[in-house]
């Protein structure tokens, strides 16, 4: 089989999107829609990957650079899909096959494409097609008596007749570049846009005696283009729906497959449920048995085995990453920062926030609290209203909390500082030193009671 260079087209306007930002680096699932097409054409295993950008070029070949097999051809000025791909030709191998995508077209499946390339297998034209109840705005296929592909008509050139056709060209077609370069070069701009139609080749390929093949598919979605907000969010849904059903096709269980939304990747084991409105970003794992409550939001962690993070619990890892181990329960109301690596059974609970701290197996920060830049020990007890001061203004310190120190409530570690093991550090204080292992640390001002206090009277006038 020939191999697979890919055009996408990525010079368009995109006008009622009424946005600064390039129309094909708005996003679905967190990812540009351009970023679809070429992760959908790197499945292809293509040779080489074209887009084609002119309206906000720069931005847009900056936000995708650096991918492999990825170049950029300029199209200035915008002269239409045939002179956009006439752009390409000239980084296009002779002996390939030519398929052409829309940036604007992000649901593409490799299956589609790969159906519409063995039609093509490197001799002939194939058009993606589909039916539509209303075929408004799209080229038309035009055939012959006996079902031939004889054009595509658009919608602006149609007479009443060719209007009442109702299947029409989705965009995508792939074709021998061999055949293609000579029709690109046959093209030109009289028509009702005054543009190069990419749609004019197939009456050439018919002219030529050259066969075309159709792949008509019924699934609208994967050939939907994004041209307005309204749009976008449409194959957000059905982008997201996609995902929920490959979910719960591998055993997740979704309280509502509608309302989930993830935006990267999530890697899910046996036996995990997730309640409603959740939300994942860039890379999450979920092991055995682990459980989410509702309204989280969970970004870039790895949450271990039969791991239960409750209601309205914020995660995100960033760059550096947060593990979750087997068994710990976090949340209601948690935050979890870059760094936080929870061991096994851990507890963290409401309005507790950790950020760069390891806590040990067994350790629990129940209520109320900050663990930042932190080490904890097996089995530690974190009260309630404790903090770690980790910052001096211009530096961070670490403190290191030893196995199976009890911190009492509303304490302040003044970090650098070193709590000795099995230690216990008195409700209020703030801690400057470090600790003796075993120790009752107290550093607060002794309590006194002055007796038959007489509070103030008001003075009358
Ligand atoms: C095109 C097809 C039409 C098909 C429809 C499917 C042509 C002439 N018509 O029409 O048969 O039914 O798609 O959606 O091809 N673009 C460029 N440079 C240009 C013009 C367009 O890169 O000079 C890009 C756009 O950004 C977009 C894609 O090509 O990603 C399609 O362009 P668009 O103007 O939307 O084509 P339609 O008129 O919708
Ligand atoms: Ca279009």
Redesign the pocket.
Known sequence: MAAIDVVI??????TRMKSSMP??LHRIGGRALVQHVIDTAQTLAARRIVA?T?HGAETVEAALSGQAGLQFVR?MP???????VQQAAPVLPDDGITVVL????PLTRAETLQALIAQCAGERLALLTLTMPDPT???RIVRDAQGQVRA?V?HKDASEAERAIRE????IMAVPTRLLKPWLARLDNHNA?Q??????IVKFAVADGQAVAAHVIDDRVQ?D?V?SPVQLAALERAYQLRQAEALMAQGVRLADPARLDVRGSLDCGADVEIDVNCVFEGHVSLGDGVRIGPNCVIANARIEAGAVIQAMTHIDGERAGVTVGPQATVGPFARLRPGAQLGAEVHVGNFVEIKNSSLAAGAKANHLAYLGDATVGERVNYGAGSITANYDGANKHRTVIEADVHVGSNCVLVAPVTLGAGGTIGGGSTITKDTAPGALSVARSKQVSLANWQRPQKVKR
């Open positions: 087209m990525a010079a368009g306007k995109g129309k094909v084609i002119g199209q915008q002269l239409g899909t045939g002179h956009a829309s940036g604007d077209v705005g799209y080229g595509i658009e029409i060209y989705s965009g846009q543009e190069y139609y990419l749609t004019d050939v283009g041209n």
